[in-house]
């Protein structure tokens, strides 16, 4: 290996392991917490080398959104059992998607909620944000005629679900409820 490599190598090494402490300080302590000087502190790194992998505390937390991305996608496709009907498919992405958001808050957070130079909907979408997407769009089409519009609709009926329970504003008891209710008016529109 050459030293060009290695030093490539070192720096993604790096950088890796700052969006790392970033995403357990943000799980540990919220992400007011997170801050480059703290962050420097936490891997013992001086703010000028975190500068130097990241611009601003937005890109670190769109770094963190896109490692939550590359686990929300496969989450999504892996909660359809096999021959599901479209119903039972539509009701696994939305648990699945609803769990993914209680179980890492911090990091759902990072993805939907905090400023991260993500852009959905974009020429420059970055590929694992289609590809989440479309984990959601895959289960949502066979109802509608126009499956990205309606998949947005699904999208923000789960997100506002997790957010309006994240901060206590509806009952958690009724999740499941709820998600049938989102079934039931995608059913409809068949």
């Given at each position: 290996m050459g030293i060009s490599e290695r030093k490539e190598r070192e720096r993604a090494e790096r950088e890796q392991r700052i969006i790392a402490a970033a995403r357990m300080l943000a799980e540990r302590d919220g992400w007011a917490s997170v801050?480059?000087?703290?962050?420097?502190?936490?891997?013992?790194?001086?703010?000028p080398v975190l500068y130097a992998h990241?611009?601003?505390r937005d890109a670190i937390v769109g770094a963190v959104s896109l490692k939550g991305f590359e686990e929300l996608g496969p989450t999504l496709r892996a909660s359809v059992p096999a021959g599901?009907?479209?119903?039972?498919?539509?009701?696994?992405?939305?648990?699945?998607?609803?769990e993914f958001a209680?179980?890492?808050?911090?990091?759902?957070?990072?993805?939907?909620?905090?400023?991260?130079?993500?852009?959905?909907?974009?020429?420059d979408t970055p590929q694992v944000l289609r590809e989440t997407f479309g984990a959601m769009m895959g289960v949502v089409d066979r109802?509608?005629?126009?499956?990205?519009?309606?998949?947005?609709?699904?999208?923000?009926?789960?997100?506002?679900?997790?957010?309006?329970e994240r901060h206590g504003r509806i009952r958690a008891?009724?999740?499941?409820?709820?998600?049938?209710?989102?079934?039931?008016?995608?059913?409809?529109?068949?």
């Open positions: 801050t480059v000087r703290r962050l420097a502190q936490e891997i013992e790194y001086s703010q990241f611009e601003n599901a009907s479209p119903e039972e498919a539509i009701e696994a992405v939305a648990t699945a998607y609803l209680f179980e890492r808050p911090a990091l759902y957070e990072a993805m939907f909620v905090l400023p991260s130079g993500l852009r959905f909907a974009k020429s109802f509608c005629a126009d499956a990205e519009v309606a998949t947005e609709a699904f999208w923000a009926a789960l997100h506002g679900l997790a957010e309006l008891a009724f999740r499941s409820e709820r998600v049938r209710h989102i079934v039931a008016m995608f059913a409809k529109g068949n």
